[in-house]
């Protein structure tokens, strides 16, 4: 209770780090990453061509937001992202959902969407070009085809670890079939079933920048591959931060969907 | 207590293990559960018990001279895995078996209440289970489930998973259920103090395969139920009972080893 606490050991096993040494520790980390940069540019240690200084990509972003219309392409990107995310969940979230409560709907889709997974997505590049030319349809099939797969796999995988228990509860509640699957099973995957949403968003973030710096003339991944060709390596590290900080507010949206949604779940602590 | 509301007849229950091999768990294991009474089905470890109770949510069994086909609301459940739907209020909860079968708001809200404050949750009607403790979810099910109206309560080790202090209190607030609202009920336990608590009947089950072994009446209670644990352990034919219990459970585990 007195202000003399005893100096905490840094390496002291699985204990609590504190509020302000977690801060400290977060910016620190970052501090040492752009003093490095900072440094290793300003001395002349890498070549400015290659390795532009972190003052040339700030000035190259807001160069890039103010006078060229960064903006419309940053607006596409998240357009294609969430579009092309959403269809990947209306169709992942019903079927995982089913096939994690029915077998025999799992024995339907489990070996079709388990061999499905282990193509790779921008394998599908080449053929989409084709079928769907070089609008927005190549760059969302994509998405959805990189998404969906995964997102079925594990939105099962969550359902099927409902306890029977909670099932068993309501069938002796006098809880028809259709009421279990609403009104247990889904609310009780429900919460998993969002982080597995998070993760899947970081996926198709990847898959876009690939679609993007393969066919495409608008977008985040486009603009870099412009950039390339007139060697402006501060504006594709711009890019690259960018899409950065784009899947950062993206993950924190889901955390705070989380909380919103889920309140009984933070009660805890 | 002479109207036989739940019989069991002849039931056996034989696991497959493997391809080759089966574990006969439980062999015709008949017996009755009178209207408004407490019967204990008790045995050590591994004898089937909670076998012989999930029957009479599937099965094989007959409630008021009618047979029984598969899980309903008559035949009320209590596991001793908590099973509170932690998205919804306590209120919720107990609200879901009512909404499930159309009972009008009005008197599911009243229904509620009563339940609540039987088991002692009134104060906490709009907290979320993972608020609560241990004991208070155990008695949010059994809210729950009492709420439903079933003609009979089915409890497989409900209060298994609770520390001593908790335990005993959930024995008592069991009793007080008893009394105040006549219901039925059939508790598996391996705890041979809150079988002689609780029951009115014990049906001790054998193990390997699991077999009626005796149906015991506590007889000291000459028909009475006691309301509280320092009173009962104080009775004469107490300690005689607790250790008949004893020898029969260490019979089983000497056959068993």
Redesign the interface.
Same mark, same amino acid.
């Given at each position: 209770m007195t202000n003399s606490k005893p100096p905490r050991d840094f390496f002291s096993v699985r204990s609590h780090v504190g509020r302000v040494q977690g801060i400290i520790s977060a910016i620190g980390i970052w501090a040492i990453f752009f003093g490095v940069w900072i440094v290793a540019t300003s001395l002349g240690w890498v070549n400015e061509l290659l390795v532009p200084s972190p003052q040339k990509v700030l000035t190259a972003t807001h160069d890039l937001f103010v006078n060229r219309g960064f903006s419309s392409d940053v607006l596409v990107s998240v357009g294609r992202v969430f579009i092309s995310f959403a269809m990947a969940c209306t169709v992942a979230i019903p079927l995982g959902v089913a096939m994690g409560t029915f077998p025999s709907i799992e024995a339907i889709f489990a070996p079709f969407v388990s061999a499905w997974r282990y193509l790779p997505a921008p394998s599908f590049i080449p053929i989409l070009l084709m079928w769907f030319g070089t609008g927005e349809a190549p760059k969302l099939a994509l998405l959805f085809i990189g998404v969906i797969f995964f997102l079925i796999t594990l939105v099962m995988d969550h359902t099927k670890n409902v306890?029977t228990?909670?099932i068993?509860? $309501? %069938?002796? %509640?006098? $809880?028809?079939r259709y009421?279990i699957v609403l009104?247990?099973v889904f &609310? $009780?995957a429900?919460p998993d079933i969002v982080t597995a949403m998070r993760q899947m968003m970081a996926m198709a973030w990847t898959y876009l920048v690939i679609a993007e710096i393969v066919a495409s003339t608008t977008g985040i991944g486009a603009m870099m591959m412009r950039a390339r060709r007139f060697l402006k390596t501060d504006e594709i590290l711009s890019g690259i931060i960018v899409i950065g900080v784009l899947g950062l507010l993206t993950d924190v949206l889901f955390r705070v969907l989380h909380r919103q949604l889920? &309140?009984?779940?933070e009660?805890?602590h | 207590m002479s109207d036989t509301l739940l019989e069991v007849r002849e039931v056996s229950k034989t696991f497959t293990l493997g391809s080759r091999k089966t574990l006969k768990a439980v062999e015709n294991v008949s017996f009755g559960v009178e209207q408004n009474s407490i019967c204990v089905l008790l045995g050590p470890s591994g004898c089937g018990k909670s076998t012989v109770l999930r029957t009479a +949510?599937e099965g094989r069994v007959a409630l008021g001279g009618k047979a029984v086909t598969g899980?309903? =609301?008559d /035949?009320?459940?209590v596991?001793q895995?908590y +099973?509170s739907?932690?998205?919804l209020s306590v209120r919720k909860n107990v609200e879901?078996?009512m909404k499930?079968?159309n009972i009008d708001a009005a008197k599911r809200r009243e229904r509620t209440n009563h339940f609540l404050n039987l088991v002692g949750l009134s104060k906490f009607a709009d907290a979320?289970?993972? =608020?609560l403790s241990g004991g208070m979810r155990q008695r949010v099910?059994i809210a /729950? +489930?009492l709420a439903?109206d079933p003609e009979v309560l089915?409890m497989d080790e409900p209060f298994g998973a609770l520390d001593a202090e908790t335990r005993w209190l959930m024995q008592e607030l069991m009793i007080d259920v008893a009394e105040k609202t006549n219901t039925t009920m059939v508790i598996v336990t391996h705890d041979l103090e809150e079988a002689i608590f609780l029951a009115d009947k014990i049906i001790f089950l054998s193990s390997h395969p699991g077999r009626v072994k005796e149906e015991i009446i506590p007889a000291f209670k000459a028909g009475k139920r006691i309301a509280d644990k320092e009173h009962i352990i104080r009775m004469n034919g107490y300690s005689d009972l607790e250790e008949k219990l004893m020898r029969l459970m260490r019979e089983e585990g000497h056959r068993e080893n």
């Open positions: 306890r228990e909670l068993e509860t $309501a %069938l002796t %509640l006098g $809880a028809s009421v009104k247990v &609310p $009780a429900f889920f &309140p009984y779940i009660v805890k | +949510t899980p309903g =609301q /035949r009320g459940m596991f895995a +099973t739907f932690d998205w879901f078996g499930v079968n979320y289970p993972s =608020q099910a /729950r +489930t439903n089915l």
